[in-house]
């Protein structure tokens, strides 16, 4: 039988793949794995290519990225519809306290190309800041930037805002605002070589998942078990889902040269 190994960050967006993992919804299918990859897209990318993983729940911006950088990788369908809403966050005892505060000052991000690096362009574009001057120190993971931030080593961090609100309510990171994503946020790849040989496995794969996220917000636990699974306050879950959409749709070709357009707006695309 197939194998087929799926990453994805370790957090609440892609708590449909556990659950179909955990109750062997994929067992007449395929051997499915899932792999945390908590360096984001950027380390998603690299495993895709070095084949450690086969389809990634990646963020539009990056995979778009990649994919226009000459990846062989291919969207397979929308994931997450709404928007990302990204947080923007400096040390609890920093004296920065507003976006301004922050303009040319280092950014801490997990990877190159991931959506803390690429997000930190759409903040300055909507803030008019200047390009050159953003300047950037990899970090890996959540962890690594705060601690990078705590140690001065960097001055402030991008990252989901209900995955960091933790640590803002905990004392270690200070919140200024907010950064939505001008697109639906995550995206369902995979290595084209992968695809066209596995083709109708994937696509079983897919109707499989889709099931499961088009009938998830209407289980009235969902927000307890986010909670407790992701160590983030009920009404947080709460909030959470009442502003996400999974997506069961194919990205359509006029909407993926929209988002190039945008993000050759927003300097991530040259």
């Known amino acids: 039988m197939l194998k087929i190994n799926i990453g994805g960050v370790p957090e609440h967006f892609n708590f449909p793949w ?11 299918v395929a051997h499915v794995n899932w792999k945390d990859c908590p360096g984001g897209t950027g380390e998603m990318a690299t495993a895709l290519e070095k084949q450690k993983i086969d389809l990634a729940i990646m963020l539009t911006e990056g995979s778009i990225k990649e994919i226009e950088s000459g990846k062989p990788f291919k969207i397979i369908q929308k994931y997450i519809e709404t928007p990302l809403l990204w947080g923007v966050h400096v040390d609890a005892e920093s004296s920065y306290e507003t976006f301004d505060d922050i303009q040319a000052k280092k950014a801490a991000i997990s990877r190159f190309n991931s959506g803390s690096h690429l997000m930190t362009y759409v903040l300055a574009k909507n803030n008019s800041w200047n390009f050159e001057a953003l300047n950037f120190k990899v970090c ?32 270690d990171l200070k919140y200024l605002g907010n950064c939505p994503t001008p697109w639906p946020c995550f995206v369902i790849v995979s290595r084209e070589d992968f695809y066209n040989k596995n083709t109708q496995e994937i696509l079983q794969i897919l109707n499989i998942i889709n099931s499961e996220t088009s009938k998830l917000k209407n289980d009235p636990n969902l927000p307890s078990v986010l909670s407790e699974r992701y160590q983030i306050k009920l009404e947080d879950a709460r909030d959470w889902l009442s ?28």
């Open 243 to 270: 502003s996400t959409e999974w997506s069961q749709q194919q990205l359509k070709t006029e909407n993926f040269q929209d988002y190039k357009a945008l993000l050759k707006n927003f300097g991530i695309l040259r």
């Open 140 to 171: 890996k993971n959540l962890d690594g930037a705060i601690n990078a931030l705590q140690k001065k080593s960097a001055d402030f961090l991008l990252w989901e805002r209900y995955t960091t609100k933790p640590y803002v309510d905990n004392g």
């Open 18 to 28: 556990l659950k179909c993992i955990e109750n062997n919804a994929f067992q007449e």
